[in-house]
Nanobody
């Protein structure tokens, strides 16, 4: 069984930065995709960023140019560096790994950006 644990969320002022981490535990083959999603109040979960295969990245339109996804070589941890944060980035951020045909989710970490 794979467990994902996120960390790094918190309260930050607009224009500030945070880095989220998501570390996997348990025995598993390398994920084919690792990513971050977020859920804003009263809205559906949306894509933030993904990283797949040889390191190809994809970003949601609202975070392009401000957020950067990366992972360690062992594919045990995926990171999300968030710069130039805005109040509208306030959400619960979830990491997601695809391993085989199964999608695994972390428990979520709250990010709050004050104006």
């Amino acid at each position: 069984q794979v467990q994902l644990v996120e960390s790094g969320g918190g309260l930050v002022q607009a224009g500030g930065s945070l880095r989220l981490s998501c570390t996997g535990s348990g025995r598993y083959i390398s994920p084919s995709a690792m990513g971050w999603y977020r859920q804003l109040p009263e809205k559906q979960r949306e894509l933030v960023a993904t990283i797949v295969g040889g390191g190809i990245t994809n970003y949601g339109d609202s975070v392009k140019g401000r957020f950067t996804i990366s992972r360690d070589r062992a594919m045990k941890t995926v990171y999300l560096k968030m710069d130039s944060l805005k109040p509208e980035d306030t959400a619960i951020y979830y990491c997601n790994w695809k391993i085989g045909s199964v999608n695994y989710w972390g428990q979520g970490t709250q990010v709050t950006v004050s104006s």
